[in-house]
T-cell receptor, first 116, second 116 residues
Framework: KQEVTQIPAALSVPEGENLVLNCSFTDSAIYNLQWFRQDPGKGLTSLLL???SQREQTSGRLNASLDKSSGRSTLYIAASQPGDSATYLCAVRPGMGAGNNRKLIWGLGTSLAVNP | GAGVSQSPSNKVTEKGKDVELRCDPI?????LYWYRQSLGQGLEFLIY????????KSGLPSDRFSAERTGGSVSTLTIQRTQQEDSAVYLCASSYQGTGVQETQYFGPGTRLLVL
């Protein structure tokens, strides 16, 4: 059974720091891995999607890496800002093929606070 | 353009009553997903609709839960004889049918359900 774990559960940093959020999964047979951001009272926003054949994806100050064999992904946030404060969720899509099963397995998230 | 919308945004009901939650996906998205997020728990997959294919109902927690998608667009999640443990945020997401970044899921703001 696929399980997704995120460490740390909470993180508080001063503005400007570079930081790393970790995600691990128990079964390396994944089709893709996604990072989302959740703001209080709002839905989730997709940040990055990494296919199983890819090593990393970048968007602005965000960089996500994937090491499928070791069951790990990291989300790197450069030069953090107070507006980055949110909960960051990692989700994996199990399976080796494109298939029709798009069920995502989710971690519990890392709650990030960036202090001015 | 318009994102995923959900209604109502908040719902308070009494134990034993039925509730209906509505989701309007992004126009052109053929895939629609329902998730549940309970306090202190990760997102839990409930059901997935893809075009005219039979929905993946494997995440529905009991036969009190059902969902339908009319005309390949709007979806309704129905919970019959609600229980206190049904209290959660119910999130809807939609995506294109393609693979890769096309399967990025776009989330609505959620419906907060409280069963008294």
């Amino acid at each position: 059974k696929q399980e997704v774990t995120q460490i740390p559960a909470a993180l508080s940093v001063p503005e400007g720091e570079n930081l790393v959020l970790n995600c691990s999964f128990t079964d390396s047979a994944i089709y893709n891995l996604q990072w989302f951001r959740q703001d209080p009272g709002k839905g989730l926003t997709s940040l990055l999607l990494i296919q199983s054949s890819q090593r990393e994806q970048t968007s602005g100050r965000l960089n996500a890496s994937l090491d499928k064999s070791s069951g790990r992904s990291t989300l790197y946030i450069a030069a953090s800002q107070p507006g980055d404060s949110a909960t960051y969720l990692c989700a994996v899509r199990p399976g080796m093929g494109a298939g029709n099963n798009r069920k995502l397995i989710w971690g519990l998230g890392t709650s990030l606070a960036v202090n001015p | 353009g318009a994102g995923v919308s959900q209604s109502p945004s908040n719902k308070v009901t009494e134990k034993g009553k039925d509730v209906e939650l509505r989701c309007d996906p992004i126009s052109g998205h053929t895939a629609l997903y329902w998730y549940r997020q309970s306090l202190g728990q990760g997102l839990e997959f409930l059901i997935y609709f893809q075009g005219n294919s039979a929905p993946d109902k494997s995440g529905l927690p009991s036969d009190r839960f059902s969902a339908e998608r009319t005309g390949g667009s709007v979806s309704t999640l129905t919970i019959q004889r609600t229980q206190q443990e049904d209290s959660a945020v119910y999130l809807c997401a939609s995506s294109y049918q393609g693979t890769g970044v096309q399967e990025t899921q776009y989330f609505g703001p959620g419906t907060r359900l409280l069963v008294l």
